[in-house]
């Protein structure tokens, strides 16, 4: 393009004349502030005004209570309505109704650790031009050797966003995991919670299952399986998946989105090991995020961003990686398919 034609293309797009360039400089504007909203979505957390939304308390009240500035306050909360999470209600403010399943720490699809999580993760992502710089690559601010409160909000928020959509994983690999009938073992590895190995085994009852993760997970996995009614079939073990996995063989061992988190090195041995203690005629498989292609889409391309920025060796997961990995491993998926609810993938490998 000659810088004639460059200038009329410049030109072209200040008088926005042209609908489809209106529309790109819209959703690019849109994009370079969006950091207003999630900072905005955040501090509605954090500040506990959330937690406060009963309709009975105005701006100035709940400035009052929270020890936030007036003013400050309600600029924050027209702003959360101008981005439908609350409404005026009564003689205050109350959650937008499509929010509040998701905003209210007692509802059963409550995504209050996982958003937590997302905000605690802002500072890592903010070092982003720091990190690619770095010969290293992400520091590892995102493992679990930190503090308490980061490892319940995490293993919590993670179970929080995958238990939406852990029964259509379990269906689309119902071949791969435990029948209903069938007295099979299920090694979860890096599982937290154990949101998919809980999936799998109230599907099979007869089933029983394992998650490896590490001690300070232990407490909280028991927790949960104890809420969702199998603790007497779901054992959570500590231990480093990127060791040993012990000498038990089992039926299905499940890697979900972990490797993203490793290096190459790092993730072939988990899969060795993975293949190492499934049973013959038994299967791995790898549950993740596929961010390449030629048309990638969205939330797997920048979940390849946060694994560099957050876990040191981490990086996206390709289709070309996965099956480079895959093959190191001595391992060939039988097949590899979309879950249409979660637009994760599914690798399914036959041992």
């Known amino acids: 393009m000659t810088a004639v034609e460059r200038q009329a293309v410049h030109r072209e797009a200040a008088s926005g004349s042209d609908l489809l360039t209106r529309a790109a400089s819209s959703k690019l504007t849109q994009q370079a502030f969006g950091y207003w909203q999630s900072g905005a979505l955040f501090e509605l957390l954090s500040s506990g005004l959330v937690d406060r939304l009963d309709g009975t308390s105005s701006g100035e009240q709940l400035a009052h209570e929270c020890g936030l500035h007036p003013e400050g306050t309600l600029a924050l909360l027209r702003a959360a309505q101008a981005m439908g999470l609350v409404a005026p209600a009564g003689t205050g403010w109350a959650l937008a109704p499509a929010v509040e399943p998701f905003l209210d720490p007692g509802s059963p699809t409550s995504l209050r650790h996982w958003f937590a999580v997302m905000d605690r ?12 710089k770095s010969a290293e690559g992400g520091g590892g601010s995102a493992r679990l050797e930190t503090d308490p409160a980061y490892v319940r909000d995490f293993i919590i928020g993670m179970h929080e966003f ?4 852990s029964n259509a994983v ?42 490896l993760d590490h001690p300070d997970v232990v407490p909280l996995c028991d927790e949960i399986a104890r809420h969702e009614g199998v603790a007497d079939r779901l054992s959570a073990v500590a231990g480093d998946y990127r060791g040993s996995y012990g000498d038990r063989r089992y039926g299905t061992v499940l890697l979900s989105n972990v490797l993203h988190q490793e290096d190459d090195d790092n993730a072939v041995a988990m899969l060795r090991e993975s293949r190492r203690v499934t049973r013959p005629g038994g299967h791995v498989v790898v549950h993740t995020h596929l961010s390449g292609g030629q048309r990638p889409k969205l939330f797997p391309a920048l979940q390849g961003v946060s694994a560099f920025v957050l876990w040191s060796g981490g990086a996206g997961m390709t289709e070309e990686r996965l099956h480079n990995l895959l093959s190191a491993a001595e391992l060939k998926a039988a097949r590899i398919s979309t879950v249409r609810d979660s637009g994760t993938t599914i690798a399914v490998c036959p041992v």
């Open 121 to 132: 993760w802002r500072e890592p992502w903010s070092s982003l031009s720091t990190t690619l």
């Open 162 to 165: 995958a238990r939406l959509s």
């Open 170 to 211: 379990i269906d689309a690999v119902r071949d791969a995991f435990p029948a209903p009938g069938a007295q099979d073992t299920l090694l979860d590895v890096g599982g937290g919670a154990g949101t998919y190995a809980i999936a799998a085994l109230l599907a099979a009852p007869d089933a029983t299952g394992t998650v």
